[in-house]
């Protein structure tokens, strides 16, 4: 079992930076890959990237390539997102999952509850 604890939400305004945490507990995140995702309230839970459980494979979603970093360190047992640039449509409550490597919500077996990022002015 594995327990997620994301962090580091917040208000931020247009153009700049939030840095998000997602630490773990329970069982190694070395095993999982991870990924980072993000949803409004009433819409569906969209996917914005994950990465390989040894860091060498990452990928984007077009929304925030170049944006958006995700990194994580195994030995903190934590998986980060650092978001520059951001937009007021950023908004939303982010969330981690720790599974397969993947872009589809469903290949992930364990989910944080949620920080929410609010993008205005």
């Known amino acids: 079992q594995v327990q997620l604890v994301e962090s580091g939400g917040g208000l931020v305004q247009p153009g700049g930076s939030l840095r998000l945490s997602c630490a773990a507990s329970?069982?190694?995140?070395?095993?999982?890959?991870m990924g980072w995702f993000r949803q409004v309230p009433g819409k569906e839970r969209v996917f914005l990237t994950p990465?390989?459980?040894?860091?060498?494979?990452?990928l984007y979603a077009d929304s925030v390539k170049g944006r958006f970093t995700i990194s994580r360190d195994n030995a903190k047992n934590t998986v980060y997102l650092q978001m520059n640039n951001l937009k007021p449509e950023d908004t939303a409550i982010y969330y981690c999952?720790?599974?397969?490597?993947?872009?589809?919500?469903?290949?992930?077996?364990?989910w944080g509850q949620g920080t929410q990022v609010t993008v205005t002015s």
């Open positions: 999952a720790a599974g397969g490597y993947s872009a589809n919500r469903l290949n992930y077996r364990y």
């Open positions: 329970g069982r190694t995140l070395s095993s999982y890959a």
């Open positions: 990465i390989s459980a040894s860091a060498t494979s990452t």
